[in-house]
């Protein structure tokens, strides 16, 4: 989510004195103060928002002409896109063991290598300089450490692959600001964006944007957010015409085994994620110790969540969506944890689907298939999870709502293998998150606290000062100080702060992003550059993919199935097509 409208939103309400609260806290309702901005503030939030946005258009008119030109050569930027059908498929996953929605996103594949050699915010060799290219790239890095941005990096020309898997040593963190994918075909594995930052004037995502298209996330560890730990769900398109933006989702999209973490308290926004699209698909994921959003659907049509671990909220586990969403909600683990307020019908809330937004409101909800859901510490629920585990605010009796909500049946989703909740939970503890390298200490303890139920977070002595800046209440203080025992923190150094991310660099000769030991292994010419974009086994792979993928280059090639269509989907179920169609 963007701060910089809702910076300008709530200071107009603020110089005129109205202060805004709100904020479900299991049954009872309580004031989430916002901060107050000051003009100050809110001035040099609008000069370093004006800075980047320059920076982000000196580096798309850079990128324009080689964007142009692979139009040429069939790679075509398509920033209208709002079916599934819009975007091409390639014919082979993503990499193997990609699934979902993004399944068949292109990436980089093909394209020039960039390997990221220096941890500098910018220039040459820095992750920035390949982000902000032009052109299908895959990034690599031979550099290890902390990579702190001065300010957000927007991704916004397609076609890009980032392998964090390829960093020697401990690998890479991304800090200090966000990172933001606002095009389409990109693949992200094995990455942290921990962005850690408190100043009141910049409260964004660590991870986010707004994605054209097929997506494909995977093991990525997002945390230490002060709006949300990771969002995306829909992007904005402006028509060349000049007409009114227009809002348009997500299409194909997959976030898998992946880690969503303490959101900072200091705002009183720990917010986890909004997740959606056309074509979504979310599963082998945690989130873990943020209050809400675990996570928020933030766009109508079809959400597919499954064999996803839910950890420690205190008010909002999964909700959203509209009339017009048709959830899949399967086998996925949810396990209260200290923040949890056991006993109230938020701790053993699986889904909250919402209402048509109509004036005056209505009972219209979508369709929902909720099944084989675990609730930790709650027999009935997980037994049965329509007994109690999908919840409505309706305005009539909701017990005469739920069955018109209830499906007996999953809906079409993109192919996923799907566990039993029990299976999944211990397939996510050990798998989920950037692993490699090697899986950090923030991911280790984070998980640690899932499976023991147990946080170990210290408020500190400094906390009441720091808290008071924003003129919260000394009650809300009292609150937020006492959540941070909780596992629900304000600052990253509550737990510890960030690692120590050390690593030597590998030898690479001929500077195309594979090892020289690699290279000689699978009998490829660790003096040739070239031979990154060749396929050594003609399975569609390029070999400095098969080298990111962990595979032998010279092995035999792998039939895949072929992609299917979302139009193939959509056409099996004549429910759906009726429902998107409504206004």
């Keep these: ?56 258009d000196e580096a798309w008119e850079r990128a ?60 040459p060799g820095s992750f920035r300089e390949a982000l902000e290219a032009g052109g299908p790239r895959i990034v690599v890095f031979n550099v290890a450490g902390i990579i702190r941005l001065e300010e957000r990096i927007r991704i916004r020309a397609p076609y890009i692959t980032i392998a964090g898997s390829t960093a020697p040593g401990d690998g890479v963190c991304i800090a200090g600001d966000t990172v933001e994918i606002d095009t389409h075909d990109v693949i992200i594995r094995q990455m942290r964006f921990r962005r850690g930052t408190t100043w009141v004037g910049n409260r964004n ?24 730990n990771m969002s995306m769900y829909r992007h904005m398109y402006q028509p060349p015409d000049g007409s009114k933006e227009e809002k348009l989702p997500t299409t194909n999209i997959t976030i898998q085994y992946s880690i969503f973490s303490e959101a900072l308290n200091t705002y009183h926004h720990a917010f986890g994620s909004t997740i959606g699209g056309y074509n979504s698909t979310f599963h082998h994921n945690l989130w873990a110790c943020n209050t809400g959003r675990n996570p928020s659907v933030g766009m109508i049509y079809d959400f597919t969540f499954a064999n996803n671990v839910v950890f420690n909220w205190r008010h909002r586990t999964t909700d959203g969506g509209d009339h017009r969403s048709f959830y899949n909600i399967i086998n996925n683990y949810y396990k209260p944890g200290p923040v949890t307020p056991l006993g109230d019908p938020i701790s ?3 889904l909250k689907p919402e209402s048509r937004r109509a004036k005056p409101p209505v ?4 369709r929902a298939y909720v099944h084989g859901n675990v609730v930790e510490g709650n027999e009935r629920v997980t037994a049965d999870n329509w007994d109690g585990g999908v919840q409505v605010d309706s305005i009539g009796d909701p017990q005469t709502i739920l069955p018109s909500i209830r499906s007996e049946a999953p809906y079409p989703h993109s192919h996923i293998t799907i566990q039993s909740a029990n299976d999944a939970y211990e397939e996510v503890l050990q798998h989920a998150g950037a692993t490699l390298p090697k899986r950090d200490a923030v991911d280790q303890r984070v998980t640690e606290s899932v499976r023991t139920g147990r946080v170990s977070a210290v408020a500190g002595a400094s906390v009441r000062q720091q808290l008071s800046n924003p003129n919260y209440s000394d009650k809300t203080v009292d609150e937020m100080i006492h959540e941070v025992s909780l596992g629900i923190i304000t600052d990253i150094e509550q737990v510890g702060g960030y690692p120590d991310y050390r690593g030597e660099p590998y030898s690479d000769s001929d500077g195309d992003g594979m090892p020289d030991d690699w290279e000689t292994k699978h009998g490829l010419d660790a003096n040739n550059a070239s031979d990154a974009s060749a396929d050594l086994n003609g399975d569609g792979y390029t070999n400095i993919e098969e080298y990111i993928n962990g595979r032998d280059p010279s092995e035999p090639k792998q039939a895949w199935p072929a992609p299917h269509t979302y139009r193939d989907l959509w056409n099996s179920d004549p429910d759906l097509r009726s429902r998107f169609e409504r206004g």
């Design 205 to 228: 995502d660590s991870f986010g944007g707004n994605p054209v298209g097929n997506i494909m996330i995977d093991h990525v560890s997002a945390s230490w957010g002060l709006d949300e």
């Design 64 to 123: 324009l002409p080689v964007i142009e030109e692979w139009e040429e050569k069939g790679k075509p930027y398509i920033p209208w896109a709002a079916k599934p059908e819009d975007l091409p498929q390639a014919e082979i996953p993503a990499f193997p063991g990609a699934e979902g929605g993004g399944m068949y996103s292109f990436g980089g594949r093909g394209g020039k290598v960039y390997v990221v050699t220096n941890l500098s915010d910018r220039g």
């Design 1 to 56: 989510m963007n701060f910089t409208t809702m910076n300008r939103f709530l200071f107009r309400l603020l110089a005129t004195g109205i202060v805004l609260v709100g904020g479900f806290f299991g049954g009872s309702f309580t004031a989430a103060q916002y901060p107050r901005i000051s003009s100050e503030v809110a001035a040099e939030s609008a000069r370093r928002d004006q800075l980047m946005q320059r920076h982000s």
């Design 348 to 350: 053993y809330r699986i």
């Design 363 to 366: 009972d219209d909800y979508g």
